[in-house]
């Protein structure tokens, strides 16, 4: 063997993906889950803060090496010296999708934000995910090993936190694609936990009824997900006559979104007999924030997301127990940064306390919606998931449902007209005039029913009718 090759062979080995991954190292700045629960979680406010800042220090100065922050803070006069820690955050500017789409625009195909990221990738092994392009085109992101592994510890912080223990089986009906929640289940259950991964991809990849029997022979007892898929499981499992409590599923880890009510948490924990967690997080984050068995809120990943919750217009921190958009700034997240970035997403934050087991972390209620999801009709702001509070006074009636704008011209004279079409399966004129009244008085404005057949709605609430997408619940006609 020649000296080119040999050269050859040692460039190769230094690029294998565990020379990039200390496990020590990762323990120490983003614990792995079973510190973070019996320690981390019990950590002081103080001591939090302490960590906190030393992870932001990092993360700052990346972003300080990245022409896209370079411009968009020094656009605002903000100088390296400026911002000391966390308690200086508020001095820059927030960010949000937008910002990162105008990169993309004029800097294709990764945008300037990624630019250092894609310089590295004959150095470091990089992964492309990406968003689920639900609110425009999929954005890409980078993943170098850290970020890949944090990713994956965040998910299995959830799930021991849910209960799930070492032999159980996972099963993971979602696809191993651009999308990254298939993939983070897959690393928290077989990196971090000792539990099987059972990756049967999608209803389009392993079919419904597949998935039923593949779970019974092979001893599935813990799910994730996204709970429309989960109720067409169990949709599926009655129109067959499988018996889904015979599963003996241990629980559900769920996105389950805005669930007022909890119409969806407890249909789904009725037909398959047992707990539903959730949990929120987005594709470029990761997880944000989680449900302990106790089901008392959210509570933060405070070592990988620092939470702020911002008033969606003014931008201005909002009180504890005012609802607000959430506004994280990753603290492990390099390609790139993600600093103050606004996802749009509301929530409550909920006061600092010590629970039965010693947490005393942040939390947060759920999610409550988009703050972009709310339209102008006739003057009123209107957010579609106020129609939640109604439609829970008749969950056994009632499945998808959907807020209708369009707008009428009469006589050069533009009005705007709102109905929300509902699937039910009593669809007579007293349902829906009780729903009118309920709805008007929820929404603040006359609207429009509309009584359909189950299923009819499938096309409009879901980008992927085998659940694997958001549920779309505002359809605006105007434009």
Known sequence: MNKEDEA????????????????????????????????VMRWSPERMRDHQDKLFADVLKRAWENDFYKAFWGDTGIQPGDIRGLADIEKLPV????????????????????????????????????????????????????????????????????????????????TLALANLGWIYYRACHNYLGVVPLTTGSGKVTSSRSQLELAARWGSNVWGGFPDYQLRLAEVAANT???????????????????????????????????????????????????????????FSEDTAFVECLDAESLRPVPIGQRGNVVVTSLYRRNPPLIRYDLGDQTVLMPESTDANGYRRRRMTRFLGRSDDVVKVRGTNVSPESCAHSLSAYAD?????????????????????????????????DLGTELRTRLAQD???????ELVEIGTLEKDTRSDSEGERKVRRILDLRN
């Open 443 to 449: 929404l603040g404005l006359t609207v429009g029913v």
């Open 8 to 39: 050859t062979i040692a460039a190769g080995r230094a690029l294998a993906y565990r020379n990039f991954i200390d496990i020590d190292q990762l323990d120490a700045a983003y614990p792995l889950p079973h510190r973070f629960l019996i320690d």
């Open 397 to 429: 009636r009632v499945g998808q449902w959907i807020c209708v704008v369009s707008r009428e011209n009469k006589e050069n004279t533009y009005i705007d007209h709102l109905t929300v079409r509902i699937e039910s399966t009593d669809r007579s004129s």
């Open 95 to 174: 960010l949000s999708h937008h910002h990162f789409r105008k990169s993309l625009t004029e800097h294709p195909p990764f945008g300037l934000h990624a630019a250092p990221a894609f310089a590295s990738r004959t150095s470091v092994p990089l992964k492309i995910q990406s968003s689920g392009g639900t609110t425009g085109a999929p954005r890409p992101t980078f993943f170098d090993p850290v970020e890949t592994e944090v990713q994956g510890i965040q998910v299995a912080r959830a799930l021991l936190a849910q209960g799930i223990r070492p032999g159980d089986v996972m099963q993971i009906p979602v």
């Open 241 to 299: 006559g499988f018996d889904l409590p015979s599963l003996n599923t241990r629980f559900l880890n769920s996105h389950l979104g805005a669930d007022p009510g909890d119409i969806v948490r407890n249909k789904l924990s009725r037909l398959w007999n047992c707990p539903v967690y959730d949990m929120y997080g987005t594709h470029e984050v990761g997880v944000i924030s989680f449900e302990s068995e106790a089901r008392d809120g959210l509570y």
